[in-house]
């Protein structure tokens, strides 16, 4: 991963995993015990999906750029089919407090989306290739007349 993107990531991954951190701490006093362990499953569903997701758009842009958009689109829907699995999966557990763990999960996506739009105003992103040799011309081609 190019530092850039390490950097993109970072910026968005701390503020997420502090409000996870919040998130733990709250529901483990009002849920105790099993409200916690939601809260962070949730939190860690939440960084998870969302930064293989990241990943995956930045590959994307990088390799297909003609398909950035439909694939983020894409994403979407297959980031909602694996929460949908996850829940289904977990239906009616006992292991941990489901209604931390979902107000959790909200919170750590939202947490994220904001970065991530924080992180993507705050870049220095080039419209024009700064790579590209000002000097050269290109060569005619076609009859000299």
Excluded at 60 to 77: R, S
Excluded at 90 to 119: C, E, H
């Amino acid at each position: 991963m190019p530092s850039n993107d390490a950097r993109n990531l970072l910026r968005i991954a701390v503020p997420t995993a502090a409000a996870g951190v919040v998130a733990v701490a709250v529901s483990g006093a009002v849920a105790g015990g099993k409200g916690a362990l939601g809260a962070a499953v949730g939190v860690l569903l939440a960084i998870a999906y969302m930064g293989i997701g990241l990943y995956v758009l930045q590959w994307t842009a990088k390799t297909l750029p003609q398909l950035f958009q439909a694939m983020g689109l894409m994403l979407y829907v297959a980031q909602l089919l694996l929460v949908m699995l996850f829940l289904a999966v977990f239906k009616g557990t006992t292991l941990f407090n489901t209604r931390a763990f979902a107000f959790s999960l909200i919170a750590a996506t939202v947490v994220w989306m904001a970065a991530q739009t924080r992180a993507h105003l705050k870049a220095k992103i080039f419209y024009v290739d700064p790579d590209s040799h000002e000097g050269e011309k290109p060569e005619k081609t076609g009859h000299p007349s």
